[in-house]
């Protein structure tokens, strides 16, 4: 028998590639289990289903920076729980970080998918449910976005939750209106603007190295769950004045927006993920 549930949960997370750098993302999962029926006939009661899943998912996936552990392009060592890598870009660039073990998730793959994020979280995801069951199947998808979106990764130092780590993410609608009427090219802007970024704060920026003939930003700090670096290439970046909650970013757009349309009255409506954000506005 067969036992589906579908839309269990939303993962946002950050992951390495070798060409985009970190990626920011936001996955539906999707699960169904293979079994016999218990003495309650069922193949799994949905309460336990979805606890177990989503709690794995949420403390395992859920606002880390996945990395592709058999990956030549990457370098790893742990001293006590503090992670370092280096993740070597095809452009010849590099990413380095530090940070506590448990901001990273360690994919056994050499390169990071939907289906391979997939086929990891299915092998634990199997051992995580008390029962014996025949097959567990997981599958990821990204939320239906007709308009512009984005992919950032951040981190919020003064969360007391997991968004304090410094490289998680987000893929995020974009909604814009222009004097009352929806502006499909300012939002298109600010996808390009903001496809596949870092988004940094300026106070956390403590050098600007150039390294092989790179320019790099190094940001740090620390927070509740230890000290983050986080070193990348500035094409990758976007530097903002203020934190980067998705309150902070809708107002850098709306004031960024309206010096570039003087006069405009805008309507800023920045998602975070799936089905949440904020509005700002300017000129009304
Ligand atoms: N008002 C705000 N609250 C939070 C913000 C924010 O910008 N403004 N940001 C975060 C984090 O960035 C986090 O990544 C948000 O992810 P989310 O998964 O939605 O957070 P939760 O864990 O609280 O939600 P779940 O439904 O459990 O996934 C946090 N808060």
Redesign the pocket.
Known sequence: MLLFVDNL????FSYLDPERGIVGETWLANIRLHGALNDESMVCDFGKVKKVARQWL?TEL??RLAVPALSEQLNLSQTGDTLALTWWLKSGESIEITCPRQAIALVDTDILTTESIARWCETQLLNAFDQPLDKLDLDFSTEQIDGAFYHYS?G?KK?K???QRIA?G?RSRIDIWRDGVKAPQLEHTWAERWRDIYIGTAEDLIGQPHIAGADYYDFAYTSDQGEFTLRLPKAMCYLIDTD??????AEHIAVRTAQENPGAALRIRAF??IN?G?EAYRGQ
Do not use: Q
């Open positions: 949960t939303n993962v946002d949420d859920d606002h951040h919020l969360h939750g997991n968004c998680h987000h980067t909650t998705v309150e902070c970013l975070e993920g949440k904020a």
